[in-house]
């Protein structure tokens, strides 16, 4: 009787199925194992340097990250006040983006002062042409002068020349001026001395208000006292109420 033939001697399996892909060549299989073998792993250790420099950074973040939370809670906080100064300013922007400067001129400029009583005034035009270092050209010319606490001018004109530092407005053409009592008055030309509240006319003027009608040949007025001179050929016609008293 015979032995049967032992398969593990032989290291095939007489009813298995052969696969190529499971094929490996010793130079695979020394690789493979030099992967997972514990012997062949090093791990490098931080050096001098790198530790310093790690501390550092932990260091400054430990400033800088605190720091950061503040500043947003700072802009989160402030965020509000913001806001209101921006619409605070819309209509001066609104203004500022009225007002242009061209060729040495300005369109709608605005020139302020004060009378010698502090009494606030106002020059204004829809243009400017700046002629010399004193002497300012105007267009459509209206002074706001403001007399007392109760009493207050208004002057308009087709042109003008405002002298600025010495305070002296010239006006030409359609020259009206409107006090807040209802006198109103007209005249070809008028200079307004604007730190004495005094107007003064060299042409023809006509004048209505609460005591009458007046045509002059000039006129002289100190709006502060009150005084009003006339120059012949003059008219003047009262109302009823003046001629009773």
């Avoid at 007399?147 to 207050?152: A, F, I, M, T, V």
Wanted: no cysteine; proline share 4%.
């Amino acid at each position: 009787m015979t032995d049967p033939t032992d398969d593990r001697d032989t290291g095939t399996d007489p009813g298995g199925i052969q696969r190529e892909d499971y094929a490996r060549s010793a130079a695979d299989i020394e690789r493979q194992r030099s992967i997972f073998d514990q012997s062949t792993r090093t791990r490098l250790l931080p050096n001098a340097e790198s530790l310093a420099r790690r501390q550092t950074i932990l260091r400054s973040a430990k400033w800088v990250l605190p720091l950061l939370a503040l500043v947003l809670l700072g802009s989160i906080a402030a965020w509000p006040a913001v806001e209101r100064a921006v619409i605070m300013h819309t209509g001066t922007m609104a203004q500022m983006s009225r007002v242009r400067v061209k060729s040495g001129s300005m369109l709608n400029p605005t020139y302020r002062g004060l009378d010698d009583h502090d009494h606030p005034y106002m020059v204004t035009a829809d243009e400017a042409r700046q002629i010399s270092n004193e002497r300012i050209d105007l267009t459509n010319a209206a002074a706001d002068i403001l007399l007392d606490d109760r009493n207050w001018l208004y002057v308009t004109a087709r042109d003008g020349v405002y002298i600025q530092h010495s305070q002296l407005l010239n006006l030409t053409h359609d020259v009206t001026l409107y006090r807040n009592d209802g006198t109103i008055m007209l005249t070809p030309s008028a200079d307004i001395d604007m730190r004495h509240n005094i107007i003064v006319s060299d042409s023809w003027i006509h004048g209505e208000g609460p005591i009458g009608t007046i045509d002059a040949g000039g006129s002289m007025l100190d709006t502060r006292g009150g005084i009003m001179l006339f120059r012949g050929p003059g008219r003047m016609i009262l109302n009823a109420a003046e001629r009773s008293n």
